[in-house]
């Protein structure tokens, strides 16, 4: 937490922990912070110590340590110190309960206990009597909603909490600061849906509609907030808006015409830099680059130093190598530059990250979010995966697995195959084909006479989802249809972007109808707007594999993406629709795709939208 908000929370809390000091059969002091200065005899204490030095005590003694011990993690950002003093304020008769448990919700929030976090605000809904506990109780409730990345939802308790606060003239700390981050989060769409509702609502959603309509506009934004300032007087986005508008404005994107691009330039990924270079000079045509100096990212870390301050670039692209990354980021010249790297984030750094350092992969972890997020937007209970028995195999099937189990209680069945010989066997044993197939034959056995028969699969399974590659997933999609019973209703079928191959799919698209598939818009027919690029492309490089074809993309968007990287940043809903798909910029400053659906019709592919809202955790799915 920063620390601006956190004097915030330390003034309303202090007004809720006056509340807790007062006794029950009198109203709330005037001075909320009178008996919180009382009960701090030992200024010199830190919040553990004072809670320690408590549970020495007994009687008011007791409660008042354990009150300036509250306070004081509070200050300190100790949360767990926080939970334990409110847990032994728990036990006494004369503590404000409700308000302790509000506490105790706090603190679980900021540990990342949110499941437990919101369980206590659910069993005090019906306890909540004064204005400050309704008031945190909304504020608290859609901060785990926003921690969910669930903005939507988040705003509907964040707008109670801003109403109950202007009703009762009550100050909640960190509210506007949190609504405007999840407005900031809104399609265009979607803020119209909220422009409704009471005038501080209104006031909020119109105040994100000029600034996503006018940004990047000085002069127009300027007016704009001029004018809502005029509308909407003593709102309470007018004390934050100023500071966030300008340093909106002031967010000048990087003014890069001169570039250093680390692409392989030798050894056995030679070929992978050659698709990127044609990507950047493609890419140049529209963009405000006048130089691009390619510089072998496999030579030493000294000759790339010295090839960069010779340079003297005004922004970085590369290594495309991971290994690589970590070697170039021992030069001084890295260090002090804006750059995209053009592979993944180690986890290792993903504490200490620069703050002008991008990450840009084609990371398949994407793909396999995006499929989770509609198989549960369609409420699909049971999917089977199907993957090679590889490590990026079970990687993936892993990671749908640990994400899946945030938002379903059921666990889905996942089979890995070694080779084609074995794909059968995988597949029959999951749907228990084999089971339905061996009762077949005990059944014949029985009679002389022939016996009609028809094997049947379970009937659980209600979508699969395919990993393999183009060769591996057009063995797997017959063996799928032969296999699922013909008594049961037909079970979607699902691929990533492995399953597909431009190539390929020029002389082989049999067996493949009705599978849904993820894949750049770059690889997919009618996707982009960009039909003279796609043209010249398949012109010059008619050949060329899928990688070297998705590279080329990737490059593309990497030079594209300069001047949006610093509102992408910033702004959580900014999207940049690319060549390898729609961008935005997560934790760490890792760009994240979403890629486009295709699914086989009629021996062609076709464009599909699916639905992709984002699913409510398991532990909040009962509201």
Not at 188 to 215: C, M, N, P, T
Not at 495 to 517: H, M, N, P, V, W
Request: charged residues 25%.
């Amino acid at each position: 937490m920063q620390l601006k908000k956190l004097s915030l929370i330390v003034a309303i809390l202090s007004g809720l922990s006056a509340c807790g000091t007062t006794p029950k059969n009198q109203q709330p002091v005037s001075n909320p912070q009178s008996q919180v200065q009382k009960a701090q005899p030992q200024e010199n204490l830190n919040a553990n110590a004072l809670y320690t030095l408590a549970l020495s005590k007994q009687g008011a003694s007791r409660i008042q340590l354990l009150y300036s011990a509250r306070e004081a993690a509070i200050s300190e950002q100790n949360w767990p110190v926080l939970e334990q003093v409110c847990f032994e304020l728990e036990t006494k008769a004369s503590v404000d309960h409700v308000q302790n448990k509000l506490y105790i919700a706090f603190a679980q929030k900021e540990q990342g206990k949110y499941e437990s976090a919101h369980t206590i605000l659910q069993t005090v809904n019906a306890q909540l009597k004064l204005a400050e506990h309704r008031g945190w109780h909304q504020y608290l409730t859609g901060s785990i909603f926003a921690s969910q990345k669930l903005p939507k939802k988040a705003l509907v308790h964040y707008f109670k909490s801003a109403d109950i606060a202007q009703q009762n003239k009550l100050t909640i700390a960190g509210l506007d600061k949190d609504i405007w981050s999840a407005l900031q989060q809104l399609s265009s769409y979607a803020l119209e849906r909220f422009d409704r509702g009471s005038v501080i609502q209104q006031g909020w959603v119109k105040l994100a509609k000029y600034h996503q309509v006018y940004l990047g506009s000085t002069v127009q934004l300027h007016q704009a907030m001029n004018n809502w300032q005029r509308r909407y007087k003593n709102h309470p986005g007018s004390f934050i808006i100023p500071s966030e508008v300008k340093s909106t404005i002031n967010l000048a994107p990087y003014q890069a015409t001169k570039l250093a691009i680390l692409l392989p330039q030798s050894g056995s990924s030679e070929r992978l830099g050659a698709a990127l270079k044609n990507g950047f000079l493609a890419a140049m045509d529209k963009s405000q680059v006048n130089e691009i100096y390619f510089i072998d990212e496999m030579d030493s870390a000294e000759l790339i130093e010295r090839e960069l301050q010779k340079v003297q670039a005004d922004f970085i692209i590369g290594p495309l190598l991971k290994s690589n990354i970590v070697k170039v980021k021992s030069s001084s010249f890295v260090a002090q530059s804006a750059a995209i790297f053009l592979n993944e984030i180690d986890p290792e750094d993903a504490e200490r990250i620069h703050t002008e350092h991008y990450y840009f992969a084609l990371n398949p972890e994407h793909e396999v979010e995006q499929a989770m997020v509609h198989f549960l937007a369609k409420g699909f209970q049971k999917p089977m995966l199907l993957a090679p028995n590889t490590p990026s195999g079970q990687r993936l099937i892993a990671h749908f697995n640990s994400q899946w189990q945030n938002f379903s209680k059921t666990e889905p069945e996942a089979g890995f195959y070694n080779n084609s010989e074995d794909m059968v066997e995988v597949i029959t044993g999951l749907l228990e084909v084999d089971s339905s197939k061996a009762r077949i034959k005990e059944v014949k056995s029985l009679f002389r006479s022939e016996v009609e028969s028809e094997t049947r699969s379970r009937r659980d399974i209600d979508a699969i989802y395919i990993l393999g590659d183009a060769i591996e997933t057009r063995l797997i999609k017959p063996y799928l249809d032969v296999n699922v019973s013909t008594f049961a209703e037909r079970i979607p079928l699902y691929a990533s972007s492995r399953s597909y191959s431009k190539q390929i799919d020029k002389t082989d698209k049999g067996d493949l109808e009705g599978l849904y598939f993820t894949e750049l818009p770059w690889m997919l027919p009618d996707a982009i707007n960009e039909r003279n690029l796609r043209d010249t492309y398949a012109r010059l490089w008619p050949e060329q594999a899928d990688i070297e074809q998705r590279l080329f993309a990737m490059a593309h968007d990497a030079l594209n993406l300069i001047p949006e990287l610093k509102q992408l940043s910033k702004i959580p809903g900014k999207e940049f629709d690319g060549l390898t798909g729609s961008l935005s910029i997560k934790e760490a400053n890792q760009i994240h795709r979403k890629l486009s659906w295709g699914q086989y019709h009629k021996n062609s592919i076709r464009l599909v939208s699916l639905d992709e809202r984002l699913p409510t955790p398991l532990f909040m799915q009962k509201e």
